[in-house]
């Protein structure tokens, strides 16, 4: 049974920084590219940052240059280093295994102005 397991959600101010964790378990995670996607107040769930087995990443054009996403497959985890963060980055952060139906149960990040 895949779980996962974010943490590291809360309140900051703005231009301030957060390090959301995802622990992996149940899955081959060494095989798997991870992403993380977030849900903004009334909005739809949108993707953030990806990251492959080659460690290859990708980001929206709203966090690029802002945000990192990371893993490390000997701990089956996955990181997303915020920084410089906006009010509109306000939302439930979720961890997911990349191009599957498997999500963590979300941390909130609340970004004051």
């Known amino acids: 049974q895949v779980q996962l397991v974010e943490s590291g959600g809360g309140l900051v101010q703005t231009g301030g920084s957060l390090r959301l964790s995802c622990a992996a378990s149940?899955?081959?995670?060494?095989?798997?590219?991870m992403a993380w996607y977030r849900q903004r107040p009334g909005k739809q769930r949108d993707w953030v940052a990806s990251i492959r087995v080659s460690n290859a990443t990708d980001y929206a054009d709203s966090v690029k240059g802002r945000f990192t996403i990371s893993r490390d497959n000997d701990k089956n985890m996955v990181y997303l280093q915020m920084n410089n963060l906006k009010p509109e980055d306000t939302a439930v952060y979720y961890c997911?295994?990349?191009?599957?139906?498997?999500w963590g149960a979300g941390t909130q990040v609340t970004v004051s102005s």
């Open positions: 149940g899955l081959l995670f060494n095989i798997n590219a």
């Open positions: 997911n295994v990349y191009l599957h139906d498997y």
